[in-house]
């Protein structure tokens, strides 16, 4: 365990739904990471909260809307996605955004979208 | 399992011997660099980091080599057992950069033969 927790570990949802990702991380880290994870690329950074400040939007589509309401938790609500939206969402965290500093990642959220 | 991705480099080596698993950064300012391991249906583990003032970092069975001069990364793995099948890739981070975020490679399917 590497102290991130991430759930729901599979999600199955159609284009119209609305579901949310849930993210908690335990070792006391200030910077949360969302990635996306698709089969033949590699992992893509999607937002970055560091002290509970957004500091990174990869030119995410608004569909994916993330929210850290204190520095233990991150979510992602998603919204009328799109099947190449199906993919592993991965959460991670470290000490804080910017230091040379280990990234610990959670299990993943394997999403299907259809 | 789950894939992580597709068409990925694969190295198969023999239970005992000693693996090597290459990676070539792109950013010759990054002075952060990280291995990760991801066996099936699990998130990215950490296994071994190295700043650029080092070219060797030594761990548990893993070994790390940075050549600067040409963009070059290796993982070494000491006799390689059936538990270390898995997906490696490497991460480099420009500390210096604007953000400070870890840029990810494809990664390198390994996989241990009993």
């Known amino acids: 365990e590497t102290g991130v927790t991430q759930t729901p570990r599979h999600l199955v949802m159609g284009m119209t739904n609305k579901k949310s990702l849930k993210c908690e991380q335990h070792?006391?880290?200030?910077?949360m990471y969302w990635y996306k994870q698709s089969a033949k690329k590699p992992l893509e950074l999607m937002f970055v909260?560091?002290?509970?400040?957004?500091?990174e939007n990869n030119s995410v589509p608004s569909r994916f809307s993330p929210e850290c309401p204190n520095s233990s938790h991150l979510f992602l609500h998603l919204h009328t996605l799109q099947p190449e939206d199906s993919a592993l969402y991965l959460c991670?965290?470290?000490?804080?955004?910017?230091?040379?500093?280990?990234?610990?990642f959670g299990p993943g959220t394997r999403l299907t979208v259809l | 399992g789950e894939s992580v991705g597709l068409h990925l480099p694969t190295l198969s080596v023999q239970e005992g011997d000693n693996s090597i698993i290459n990676c070539a950064y792109s950013?010759?300012?990054?002075?952060?660099f990280i291995w990760y391991k991801q066996e099936s249906g699990k998130g990215p583990q950490f296994i071994i980091d190295?700043?650029?003032?080092?070219d060797k970092r030594q761990g548990q069975r893993v070994t790390v080599l940075l050549n600067k001069t040409v963009k070059h990364l290796s993982l070494q793995i000491a006799a390689t057992q059936p538990g270390d099948s898995a997906v490696y890739f490497c991460?480099?981070?420009?500390?210096?950069?604007?953000?400070?975020?870890?840029?990810f490679g494809k990664g390198t399917k390994l996989s241990v033969k009993p």
């Open positions: 991670a965290s470290s000490q804080e955004q910017g230091a040379a500093d280990t990234q610990y």
């Open positions: 070792l006391g880290h200030n910077a």
């Open positions: 909260y560091n002290f509970k400040e957004q500091t």
């Open positions: 950013n010759s300012a990054s002075d952060y």
């Open positions: 190295i700043r650029s003032n080092m």
């Open positions: 991460a480099e981070m420009n500390n210096g950069g604007s953000q400070g975020n870890l840029i």
